[in-house]
C-alpha cells in the first residue's frame, strides 16, 4: 500500500503562485510514477501532471505547461507541484496519486490517491 497526503491548497489571487506538497509513504516509491490531477466542480477530474519518482522525465497537462513544475525529493519522499501564473480556472481540487511504472506519459492507472487539497483562484 502507499500512503499519500497532500498539503499547501488555499485561495490565491489571479497571477500568484503556490505550491502543493505530497507526502508519500507505505512503500519503495522507486519504480514508480507520481501524479498530480485535479477536478474542478461539475467536471470530470483531469490528468495535471507526472514524474518517474526515480528521475527522468515529466509529463504535462497543455493547459499546464509553462506554468507548472512537478519535482520530487526522495530524502522528504515528497512530490511537489509548484503552480505559478495562476488563473481562475486552475481552481479545483487537487489530487495526488501513485501507479507503478518507469514512464509518466500514461494517464490511466493510478492505483493510489490522496485525500486533495482544495485550490481556489480569485480573478
Known amino acids: 500500500q502507499v500512503q499519500l497526503v497532500e498539503s499547501g491548497g488555499g485561495l490565491v489571487q489571479a497571477g500568484g503562485s503556490l505550491r502543493l506538497s505530497c507526502a508519500a509513504s507505505?512503500?519503495?516509491?522507486?519504480?514508480?510514477?507520481m501524479g498530480w490531477f485535479r477536478q474542478a466542480p461539475g467536471k470530470e477530474r483531469e490528468f495535471v501532471a507526472a514524474?518517474?519518482?526515480?528521475?527522468?522525465?515529466?509529463n504535462y497537462a497543455e493547459s499546464v505547461k509553462g506554468r507548472f513544475i512537478i519535482s520530487r525529493d526522495n530524502r522528504e519522499n515528497t512530490v511537489d507541484l509548484q503552480m505559478n501564473s495562476l488563473k481562475p480556472e486552475d481552481t479545483a481540487a487537487y489530487y495526488c496519486?501513485?501507479?507503478?511504472?518507469?514512464?509518466?506519459?500514461?494517464?490511466?492507472?493510478?492505483?493510489?490517491w490522496g485525500q486533495g487539497t482544495q485550490v481556489t483562484v480569485s480573478s
Open positions: 507505505g512503500r519503495t516509491l522507486s519504480a514508480y510514477v
Open positions: 514524474i518517474v519518482w526515480s528521475g527522468g522525465p515529466t
Open positions: 496519486a501513485a501507479k507503478r511504472g518507469l514512464a509518466p506519459w500514461g494517464i490511466h492507472g493510478y492505483d493510489y
